[in-house]
């Protein structure tokens, strides 16, 4: 299964995105989205996951745009492995009570670290309570896409990728791994990672490589 991401600002072209894939994310930290916007999105019968990075927003208006997401329906909140404890837990019981399953996630923009350091990490993520972990990391190496990958031996939910140019090739390979679902861009809009590719042709690769 394929997730398109989508940082788009314009509410029209956001919900245009919307209308190919099974799943997409929903980047509230690039949306710019009103409350009103946002509860129109994800009022949608669309899984949806709801991704309030940290950076533009404080941590209370984040737990606010994460929650009003939650609310009108996201599938998944996605909150990052280094997020205050007390930030993780509000939204988390509240996630809990409105039936949307957590996601909690590990980037690394610089380089993929020693696979024991990421197999901990993983674990972490599931000992914090996450229905699904994340793991993304740039790709320097093409071993570097081996450690990521070597992570579906465990069990788990769980999205592992790498980013970057040479981990493309990751974002092709999880979905056959047991990958929750992988990530590409919007057809049209801008890609919201390094490495992400456009969802028709990362589509196209996959129904390629089941043909085979």
Same mark, same amino acid.
């Given at each position: 299964?394929?997730?398109?991401?989508?940082?788009?600002?314009?509410?029209?072209?956001?919900?245009?995105?919307?209308?190919?894939?099974?799943?997409?994310?929903?980047?509230?930290?690039?949306?710019?989205?009103?409350?009103?916007?946002?509860?129109?999105?994800?009022?949608?019968?669309?899984?949806?996951?709801?991704?309030?990075?940290?950076?533009?927003?404080?941590?209370?208006?984040?737990?606010?745009?994460?929650?009003?997401?939650?609310?009108?329906?996201?599938?998944?909140?996605?909150?990052?492995?280094?997020?205050?404890?007390?930030?993780?837990?509000?939204?988390?019981?509240?996630?809990?009570?409105?039936?949307?399953?957590?996601?909690? !996630?590990?980037?690394?923009? @610089?380089? #993929?670290? =020693?696979? &024991?350091?990421?197999?901990?990490?993983?674990? %972490?993520?599931?000992?914090?309570?996450?229905?699904?972990?994340?793991?993304?990391?740039?790709?320097?190496?093409?071993?570097?896409?081996?450690?990521?990958?070597?992570?579906?031996?465990?069990?788990?939910?769980?999205?592992?990728?790498?980013?970057?140019?040479?981990?493309?090739?990751?974002?092709?390979?999880?979905?056959?791994?047991?990958?929750?679902?992988?990530?590409? !861009?919007?057809?049209?809009? @801008?890609? #919201?990672? =390094?490495? &992400?590719?456009?969802?028709?042709?990362?589509? %196209?690769?996959?129904?390629?490589?089941?043909?085979?």
């Amino acid at each position: 299964m394929i997730c398109v991401s989508i940082g788009e600002k314009n509410l029209e072209i956001c919900l245009a995105y919307l209308e190919k894939p099974e799943i997409a994310e929903i980047r509230l930290d690039l949306t710019e989205f009103s409350d009103a916007e946002t509860e129109q999105v994800f009022a949608l019968k669309k899984k949806l996951i709801a991704t309030c990075r940290p950076g533009k927003y404080s941590d209370d208006q984040r737990t606010h745009r994460l929650k009003t997401a939650i609310k009108a329906g996201a599938s998944i909140v996605d909150i990052e492995y280094e997020s205050p404890v007390a930030y993780r837990k509000e939204l988390m019981e509240y996630a809990r009570e409105c039936h949307c399953d957590v996601m909690i !996630s590990y980037h690394n923009f @610089e380089y #993929t670290p =020693p696979l &024991q350091d990421l197999e901990k990490i993983m674990q %972490d993520c599931f000992d914090m309570g996450a229905n699904i972990a994340k793991i993304a990391t740039m790709v320097n190496m093409n071993r570097d896409n081996s450690k990521i990958l070597s992570l579906y031996k465990a069990p788990g939910r769980l999205v592992a990728i790498g980013m970057g140019e040479l981990g493309i090739i990751s974002r092709i390979v999880a979905p056959f791994l047991g990958a929750e679902f992988t990530y590409a !861009s919007p057809d049209e809009g @801008e890609p #919201t990672a =390094p490495g &992400q590719i456009r969802f028709s042709r990362l589509n %196209d690769f996959i129904m390629k490589i089941q043909e085979i």
